[in-house]
C-alpha cells in the first residue's frame, strides 16, 4: 500500500484500518509533506506527535522537502488498484468537505502512478524510530524559527479543534 497525502491527520477509523493492514503483513509507505515544505500549520500540528507512532507501527513513513508544497492525493493498492482525487487523510476531508476519488483498478495506471509517487521519494526522507526525518540532527530541518513556534502554538490548540483541521 502506497499512499500521498499532503495532510496526515489520521481518524480513528484510518488507525484501526492500518493497523489491521499492518497486522495481515501488508507493507504501508506513506509520503506527506514536511514542516518545510507544508502550506498549511493546522493539519502540520496534528500530525506531528504522531510520526513516532506510525513508524513504531511498522509504516514506512517519508516527509517532502522539495521546494513547493506536495499536493497529490494518491494512493496504490496491491499494485493494481490506483486511486487518484482530492480527498485529504484528515478529518476535515472525511467529515466536512466535498471530497471525491476515482478508483481505478488497472495493473498500468497502478504501475504509472507508483512511478509517479516513487520519483516524489528523491526530494523526501524517511523517519527514523526518533520521529525524526533520517540524515538530520534535527526534528524540523530546513524550517525557520518563526514556524516552528508557529507549529508549537498550533500544537496545543490543535486538540481542541481537531475535527475541524
Known amino acids: 500500500m502506497i499512499i500521498e497525502s499532503p495532510y496526515l491527520v489520521p481518524t480513528r477509523r484510518f488507525t484501526e484500518s492500518l493497523q489491521r493492514a499492518l ?3 501488508v507493507h504501508v509507505r506513506i509520503l506527506t509533506n514536511s514542516l518545510s515544505s ?8 496534528a500530525y506531528v506527535g504522531k510520526r513516532r507512532w506510525f513508524v513504531h507501527q ?3 513513513l517519508w516527509e517532502y522537502f522539495g521546494e513547493e508544497s506536495l499536493h497529490a492525493k494518491t494512493a496504490v493498492f496491491d499494485d493494481k488498484v490506483a486511486v487518484v482525487g482530492s480527498y485529504n487523510l ?3 476531508s472525511a467529515n466536512l468537505n466535498t ?3 476515482v478508483v481505478i483498478d488497472d ?3 497502478a504501475r504509472i502512478l507508483t512511478a509517479s509517487m516513487d ?8 523517519i527514523n524510530l526518533k520521529g525524526w526525518p533520517h540524515g538530520f540532527d534535527e526534528k524540523f530541518p530546513k524550517v525557520s524559527k518563526k514556524k516552528i513556534w ?5 500544537r496545543i490548540i490543535a486538540p481542541f479543534i481537531r475535527g475541524q483541521i
Open 119 to 126: 520519483s516524489h521519494l528523491e526530494h523526501a526522507s524517511p
Open 90 to 92: 484528515d478529518p476535515r
Open 107 to 109: 495493473p498500468e495506471w
Open 38 to 45: 507544508t502550506d498549511n500549520i493546522w493539519p502540520q500540528a
Open 58 to 60: 511498522g509504516v514506512e
Open 23 to 25: 497486522q495481515r503483513g
Open 99 to 101: 471530497e471525491l476519488v
Open 150 to 154: 508557529k507549529l508549537r502554538f498550533a
